[in-house]
């Protein structure tokens, strides 16, 4: 048995290869397993422009809700681009909603988990974008004045990226340090850098899940540990960066047998940032 955490997976229709790198994900899941998705599993296009039947044809969310239909144990924790979705998750997809923040105890270890919008780190603009006013007129409008308008909010937050996750990464970091009495882990998502930096005696390990629009990326906790894993496109486990924090009175958790490996920060890091096309 073991639980999962992701976040960011920003399902949309022009983007299919998503879709793919999240039904492989799932099919490595076992009925016994846990996943938590901390928010943003669906692009804000998708969940203001699709009917809850049609997004319930969705390939990966299908599967989704096969996994929890065989058993699986699925929760959600709604991020700013799909916390509108709340009611589909939990009455179409059979999901527990969470609502931040989440504290839990998984094999020992204390998590902290927030999707990360609400942190402080969030422009005005994009607060009123994440207004319900603004997601039902942007579900109204007809597709040829929608997608330009996606496209202007994209390019908005392509510009200034990287000072952008650098600020918000300085916001999680003060948060996980105000963390250091509760929690052993602090996970984050919104910002789609993946990132994993190792606890010390006064803070705790923060994670930031990462994005996956161009790679796969999650936490991985059984009774030998955490592991995070960043897994670009490729032949299946080539390739994956790994790094661990073994679960307390246990030793670290053991790579070897398959590709996976234990490496530095740096190489753990995303894709090129100036690509990142979405807004968060
Ligand atoms: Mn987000």
């Keep these: ?18 879709d793919e790198r999240f039904r492989r994900f799932l099919e490595v899941l076992e009925p016994t397993d846990s996943l938590v998705i901390a928010g943003d599993l669906c692009d804000f296009w998708m969940g203001a422009r699709k009917s809850d039947r049609r997004l319930a044809e969705y ?26 979705l709340q009611p589909f998750y939990r009455d179409t997809m059979g999901a527990t909603l969470l609502h931040e923040p989440v504290d839990l105890v998984v094999e020992g ?8 919008h609400l942190l402080g780190a969030r422009r005005l603009w994009k607060a009123g974008m994440e207004s319900h006013a603004f997601f039902r007129a942007f579900g109204l409008l007809p597709a040829p004045f929608a997608r330009p308008l996606d496209r202007v909010l994209t390019w908005k937050n ?6 952008d996750e650098e600020r918000h990464l300085a916001v999680y970091r003060t948060y996980a340090a105000s963390c250091r009495d509760i929690a052993d882990l602090v996970v984050i998502g919104h ?10 005696r006064t ?16 936490l991985r906790i059984d009774e030998a540990g955490a592991t995070f894993r960043v ?18 009175g246990l030793p670290a958790a053991s790579n070897s047998g398959t590709n996976a490996r ?13 690509t990142l096309d979405d807004p968060r």
């Design 203 to 218: 803070h705790p390990r923060l994670i930031v899940l990462g994005g996956w629009q161009y790679r796969s990326s999650y």
């Design 1 to 18: 048995m073991a639980h999962y955490f992701a976040s960011d997976i920003h399902l949309r229709d022009d983007h299919p290869e998503r």
């Design 191 to 200: 910002v789609h850098r993946a990132v994993d930096e190792t606890g010390s």
């Design 262 to 274: 234990t490496t530095p920060l740096a190489a753990a890091c995303g894709p090129p940032r100036t």
């Design 109 to 116: 270890l204390r998590l902290r988990l927030v999707h990360g």
């Design 158 to 163: 392509e510009r200034g990226l990287v000072a």
């Design 231 to 248: 897994i670009p496109d490729g032949p299946a486990t080539a390739g994956q960066a790994t790094t661990d924090t073994p679960a307390p």
């Design 59 to 84: 390939p990966s969310l299908r599967a989704l809700a096969e996994f929890r239909s065989a058993g699986g144990s699925l929760a959600i924790l709604p991020g700013n681009h799909d916390h509108w």
